[in-house]
């Protein structure tokens, strides 16, 4: 019978390995798996490279792991945003790098590494400090540079509901980055607010298949 349900948030983590490569679904307060977070607070894993929209307010979400030394790299689409000075304090001390990645072409980077597509062409960012490095073609007379995928080792999200195959429903704008997130990770962990029977959820309003799932945990 398969059951991806996990006991707790500090079970499904516990694997986490240093240097591991971590997507984090959110979008500004919505959609973030805090109690996720909070656990690998916790277990300790270091080294890690971070994959968000943005880094955390105040010490909350991967802020904390961020103030605790914990991430040594962070991809990233608005790193310098109010209550964000966790951030810009370790980023100013050199205690972590920048990857600065516009916010479309980092959810588009994200998709390809779930869809089994290496790499895209994007306008976006031609002409910009984005583009150093990266190689550029035209298409029909508009100038783009080449994006490569982003994959995880895991990705941590948040949903609303779940079964325990791990299909999941999401809440509004908590959608946001974690369905691709989902789709993106080796290991995905989704944290819930409610599990429910094989059965119960619409077909048609399941957004994520519990086939990129394999792990779930529910919301203390």
């Known amino acids: 019978m398969i059951n991806k349900v996990f006991n707790s948030a500090e ?25 996720i977070i909070y656990a690998l607070c916790h277990q300790g894993a270091k080294g890690l490279t971070a994959v968000s929209n943005n880094p955390g307010y105040h010490e909350e979400g991967i802020a904390k792991l961020i103030a605790d030394d914990r991430i040594s790299k962070l991809l990233c689409s608005f790193p310098v945003q109010k209550d964000s000075y ?17 916010q479309g072409t980092l959810a588009e980077r994200i998709r390809a590494g779930g869809a089994g597509i290496e790499a895209f062409y994007t306008p976006t960012g031609v002409g910009t400090e984005i583009a150093v490095g990266k190689d550029e073609k ?57 599990i429910v029977e094989v059965g119960e959820l619409d077909p048609e309003s399941i957004v994520t298949p519990g086939v990129f799932v394999q792990r779930v945990v529910k919301r203390s």
Do not use: H
């Open 138 to 194: 035209g298409f029909d007379g508009i100038p783009c540079i080449l994006e490569k995928a982003i994959k995880g080792d895991f990705a941590f999200i948040k949903a609303k509901k779940a079964d325990r195959w791990g299909n999941l429903v999401y809440n509004k704008s908590g959608r946001n980055f974690n369905p691709v997130m989902a789709m993106a990770g080796k290991i995905t962990i989704a944290e819930v607010d409610e």
């Open 11 to 35: 079970e499904a983590v516990a694997d986490v390995s240093d240097g591991s490569t971590i997507l984090f679904g959110g979008f500004g307060g919505a959609g973030v798996p805090y109690e």
């Open 86 to 102: 966790v951030f810009k304090e370790k980023y100013k001390q050199g205690k972590i790098d920048l990857e600065l990645i516009p």
